[in-house]
């Protein structure tokens, strides 16, 4: 998928330069008016808190809004909820809940993504355990769907309000012409989420007409019900399965797509990296020319999808594994593992679909 970026010429006296510098667009005024100017495209700016506060209000204003959400929500969801879940009522109990909600917290202050990639990511991360209890232990949607939007909300409301990602006025230049052409095209977006989609409910088809319904019935104790997805046509399930595509199209495509060594280069063409020297290139260089990624070593935009996908992947499985087997009863380690590894298998088939997809 190509992207289609204007020409840049650079400027002679400033092709040292440390920042990129360009001449003007060359628009006709049909164009210009369909454009929007630089001052339409609003650059995040950081968080005007002190940086000692942010962390404890996101910290604070999160577990208010879970603790206010589930009480609020008690007679709704609470009766469902509590007849699957382990008895936790122990002081250390508790404060183990609590810890791994500060832990994830802190987890995702310090890795510098927006309110927008942090919702996405705590869907994907928090979908396999709601999809089991609705599933296979019969919870309601009217039980199962408060539960993970107060889970959503208590991320994106304290991120949003209390930290802004920072951008400089080169980078948006830098990704303004790329992603005006495909990150804002909509219906290249909805083509993505579809196919996010289809590789979730895929997976999940395949394993239940394979592995896992024995592996269900051997592994977790008090299964109120076998539905399967293989119970449904498959086009139900990619529709069912839409929220993750969606959530994987925000996460891993749209900063790929930005992110592109191409467009760096069509900037500034004395920035552009030498041809592949074996004599001087780093092992990283050399594995990347090796495998196929180009002469400069592997592309901004293969780093970026790598260190996402490798991030999504994780959070899946271990917020899958500690939720799944720390709070419903009868479940077996062995148990909680299988169910995780086969979300955070899916987020992995994504990840590299979506590197092909992304290609140039």
């Not at 769907?145 to 080169?170: I, M």
């Not at 994987?248 to 191409?262: D, E, G, K, Q, Y």
Request: aromatic share 12%; proline share 6%.
């Amino acid at each position: 998928m190509a992207s289609h970026v204007p020409f840049l010429a650079v400027r002679p006296d400033d092709q040292f330069s440390s920042e990129v510098k360009t001449r003007d667009f060359a628009t006709d005024p049909a164009s210009a008016a369909m454009e929007p100017t630089e001052a339409q495209l609003p650059v995040p700016s950081p968080s005007r808190l002190p940086s000692l506060l942010r962390l404890p209000l996101v910290v604070v204003s999160s577990l208010a809004i879970s603790a206010f959400a589930y009480s609020a929500l008690a007679d709704l969801t609470g009766l469902e909820l509590a007849a699957v879940s382990r008895d936790l009522t122990d002081d250390w109990q508790v404060a183990a809940v609590v810890a791994w909600k500060v832990v994830s917290l802190l987890i995702a202050f310090f890795s510098g993504y927006n309110w927008l990639d942090l919702t996405a990511l705590t869907l994907l991360s928090n979908l396999p355990f709601y999809y089991l209890l609705n599933a296979f232990y019969t919870a309601h949607d009217y039980a199962v769907l408060p539960a993970l939007a107060t889970d959503l909300l208590s991320v994106a409301l304290p991120f949003a309000l209390f930290t802004q990602a920072s951008a400089s006025p080169t980078d948006a230049k830098l990704t303004k012409a790329a992603s005006r052409e495909i990150v804002r095209d909509w219906q290249v977006l909805s083509l993505v989420t579809v196919f996010g989609a289809a590789i979730y409910a895929v997976t999940l088809y395949t394993s239940a007409y394979t592995w896992l319904p024995v592996y269900m019935v051997t592994h977790f104790d008090n299964l109120r019900a076998l539905h399967q997805p293989r119970d449904e046509n498959l086009p139900l399930q990619v529709l069912l399965a839409a929220p993750a595509g969606l959530a994987t199209t925000r996460f891993l495509f749209v900063p790929a797509v930005a992110a592109s060594n191409r467009l760096l280069r069509a900037f500034d063409a004395v920035a552009a990296p030498p041809k592949f020297d074996s004599e001087t290139a780093t092992l990283g260089q050399t594995l990347a020319y090796n495998l196929g990624f180009g002469a400069d070593g592997f592309s901004a935009r293969t780093r970026v999808l790598a260190k996402r996908t490798v991030i999504l992947v994780l959070s899946s499985f271990v917020n899958t594994l500690v939720r799944v087997f720390g709070t419903i009863e009868g479940t077996e380690y062995v148990g909680a593992l299988g169910w995780s590894a086969l979300w955070a298998g899916a987020g992995l088939l994504t990840g590299l679909a979506y590197g092909w997809v992304a290609e140039e």
